[in-house]
């Protein structure tokens, strides 16, 4: 792959910023617009709808959430600094884990194959700033929809057992996670994460290579990628080749100044009064979201009407999803599609049969296993972790 592919796409790049301010002006406007806009092209992509080209920020249409698994080529894309990688030499490329430990490792593609055993999970992917489009005020940032985020099968090792090879050293703190994305001046910091000690250790973060079967499409962090199920993607490093153990809490620019929420259960916050203490960004809110059909675009009196969907949290996984045709007074059960694991979404269904035709207002709801469901409102300064209760129109004719 060659850089200037990633670059020429101006005209597609200015029709996204037309886009983002008819959003922001009248979400229903905005819809139109996206409607009519072009989608991007990138390598190994189909028809995603660009953000920006440089870095690429690219989001899928909701259509292809009508699959339990994303398709690859389906799939978001979110990078934060403009020099990314566009090849990567799989012979010479190295996985490097060093710092507070006893074993440094300069690990190899293939030792990564063939020296720990390969692990497999379902889980969703989902940028922090999903669905910022729909906070009102509206908040700075990338105005994404609801298609930033994406489920896949991540295949690769367990990050415990290279942290193991290493043998940390006692005292070891915290984690940091690096690719070989880097950041195109001095004064704009790499993006580097960090998990605790504890939570690089928990037995469900990987080191993935694979995604739904395949190498990682090099715009999701070929040829290896940090996987935290449960957690939002700002941890899922791509191209990761860089590993450091620390005897101190890191605090890196995009850990103590980026991706912070307010320090609540709801990360929220007030416009007018914003929270005194924030925290970093972590596990995911239960929320759930409509994915448009065939039926509902083209909903008929007498016939029936299928209501779609997928409900997602951070690992509890879901226990059922609500369907409102009154603004919350009633609920109504949907079924749910099997469970794919817990940080897996769980796809949803209710049939819905109008005798006449009019216009309704349908709202959904999911409640996870701990009995957490999702907010009636909610406001932060970042536009982070949306899980209101979302609703739909459908006209009948």
């Not at 497999?120 to 922090?128: D, E, G, K, P, Y």
């Not at 709801?365 to 209101?388: I, L």
Request: with cysteine; net charge positive; charged share 20%.
């Amino acid at each position: 792959m060659h850089r200037r592919r990633f670059l020429q796409l101006g005209a597609a790049a200015a029709a996204t910023s037309l886009l983002d301010r008819a959003r922001a002006a009248d979400p229903a406007k905005g819809a139109a617009a996206q409607a009519q806009m072009e989608f991007a092209k990138f390598p190994q992509k189909t028809d995603l709808i660009l953000h920006t080209d440089s870095p690429p920020n690219l989001e899928t249409p909701l259509r292809y959430f009508r699959e339990d698994l994303t398709p690859n080529d389906a799939f978001f894309v979110r990078w934060h600094l403009a020099l990314i990688p566009t090849a990567v030499d799989v012979d010479t490329f190295r996985l490097v884990v060093h710092g507070h430990v006893d074993a440094p490792l300069s690990l190899s593609l293939d030792a990564l194959r063939q020296d720990f055993g390969p692990v497999s999970l379902v889980a969703v992917n989902q940028c922090s700033g999903n669905s910022r489009s729909f906070f009102e005020p509206r908040v700075f940032g990338g105005q994404w929809g609801n298609g930033a985020m994406g489920n896949a099968r991540w295949t690769g090792v367990r990050l415990k057992d290279i942290l193991g090879k290493a043998r940390l050293k006692a005292g070891a703190v915290d984690v940091t996670f690096q690719g070989l994305d880097r950041a195109p001046l001095p004064t704009v910091p790499n993006f580097i994460k960090s998990l605790s000690v504890d939570q690089a250790n928990s037995p469900d973060a990987l080191i993935a290579y694979e995604m739904n079967g395949q190498p990682l499409p090099m715009l999701n962090g070929f040829p290896l990628r940090l996987i935290v199920p449960g957690w939002y993607a700002t941890y899922w490093v791509k191209s990761l080749n860089d590993i450091t153990v620390l005897d101190k809490p890191f605090d890196g620019f995009w850990m103590a100044k980026a991706y912070r929420v307010p320090k609540n259960s709801e990360m929220n916050e007030d416009p007018k009064a914003l929270a005194p203490e924030t925290i970093p960004i972590s596990a995911m809110k239960v929320r759930s979201i409509f994915v448009p059909t065939e039926s509902t675009e083209r909903a008929k009196a007498g016939d029936a009407v299928e209501f779609q969907g997928i409900a997602l949290d951070g690992g509890n996984g879901i226990a059922k999803v609500e369907i409102s045709f009154n603004a919350g007074q009633t609920w109504e059960a949907a079924s749910l599609d099997p469970d794919l694991g817990k940080y897996s979404w769980r796809r949803w269904r209710y049939t819905f049969k109008p005798l006449a035709a009019g216009k309704f207002t349908v709202t959904c709801r999911a409640t996870n296993n701990a009995g957490e469901t999702q907010s009636t409102s909610q406001w932060n300064r970042s536009g982070y972790a949306r899980n209101v209760l979302e609703t739909m129109n459908l006209t009948v004719g």
